[in-house]
């Protein structure tokens, strides 16, 4: 089969849709999308920030190549065993070693954690769906070895990101829903979850308030690499990226770790820098709401 590499952009096409025109759009975008799992590409070549994902000359090809490359055969395992592959480092904090499929996860803090999911998916094959994330760097996720022809942007979902998600688990392995702060119902919460599992895909839910979900991930910004010590404090490139994680789930107790996302040998990667530790309940402190949400 002929894998249909166009990345979606609907934000400016479908401007002066109604809803209806919207979802119906997308349910075309969606038919075109081969089944999973077929990973061959023939198709035009999608750029971003002059970084095409096909054909690209020079380092950058043979970065991405060496990382899908090198990660492929872990990447597939996971892939078929029912769970999606996550950064490293992430998999030691999840019981399945990846994000299981048919479940919600919440993320939120930074970007960064969002970027290597949809590099670790995609480069294992899968195709990924960001809806609602228009400042989402896509040049540090082709660094982190995502291939772009299997990523779908929705930026400007409309007034209902969540029912667009839930047409795009229709076809997609993992979908990422930024809720721009609002909370889902535990109502309509329960059907899209009721969609996921039967589709067999993977709902990622960041910037709002999700009840139910599966696992919940947090990253913090840690700290910075490459600035100088003593007099030279303040001085250099920023070479690293310190990560705090913390993992919170129905079925396993909290878990936490330190992780280091640099350049190494021309790619970006992900290095474990602290074990694993569990933490007790109490030990866990609980984001404050500061301002209050509203429903969609």
Same mark, same amino acid.
Not at 33 to 38: L, M, N, T
Not at 44 to 57: C, D, L, M, N, Q
């Given at each position: ?44 070549? $999608?750029?971003?920030? =002059? ?8 380092? /950058? +090809?043979? &970065? #991405?190549? *060496?990382? !899908? ?97 839930? $047409?795009?688990?229709? =076809? ?8 721009? /702060? +609002?909370? &889902? #119902?535990? *109502?309509? !919460? ?107």
């Amino acid at each position: 089969m002929t894998e249909v590499t166009e990345l979606v952009e609907l934000s400016a096409d479908a401007a002066g849709l109604s809803r209806q025109d919207r979802l119906a759009q997308l349910r075309r975008q969606i038919a075109s999308i081969p089944s999973r799992g077929d990973t061959s590409f023939s198709g035009p070549s $999608v750029s971003v920030a =002059g970084v095409s994902a096909t054909g690209v000359s020079g380092t /950058g +090809a043979a &970065v #991405s190549e *060496s990382v !899908a490359d090198r990660d492929r055969p872990v990447l597939d395992r996971a892939h078929k065993a029912g769970v999606l592959p996550v950064p490293e480092g992430i998999a030691a904090l999840l019981p399945q070693g990846g994000l299981v499929r048919g479940t919600v996860v919440s993320v939120e803090g930074a970007a960064s954690l969002l970027l290597g999911l949809v590099a670790s998916v995609t480069a294992s094959g899968g195709h990924v769906a960001v809806i609602g994330q228009p400042r989402l760097g896509l040049l540090a996720a082709y660094e982190m070895g995502a291939q772009l022809e299997r990523l779908a942007l929705i930026p400007a979902p409309g007034p209902d990101p969540v029912e667009i998600a839930a $047409v795009l688990l229709d =076809g997609m392995d993992l979908v990422i829903l930024g809720l721009a /702060g +609002a909370s &889902v #119902s535990p *109502s309509r !919460a329960r059907a899209v979850v009721a969609r996921a599992r039967s589709k067999g895909s993977t709902l990622v839910v960041t910037e709002g308030h999700w009840d139910g979900a599966e696992v919940r991930l947090d990253a913090r910004v840690h700290g910075y690499g490459g600035f100088g010590q003593g007099r030279e404090l303040g001085r250099g490139r920023l070479s690293s990226l310190s990560l705090a994680v913390r993992a919170r789930g129905r079925s396993f107790q909290p878990r936490t770790t330190r992780l280091d996302i640099c350049s190494a040998a021309g790619r970006v990667e992900w290095v474990p820098s602290q074990p694993v530790e569990t933490v007790s309940e109490q030990m866990v402190s609980e984001q404050t709401v500061s301002s209050q949400v509203v429903s969609l």
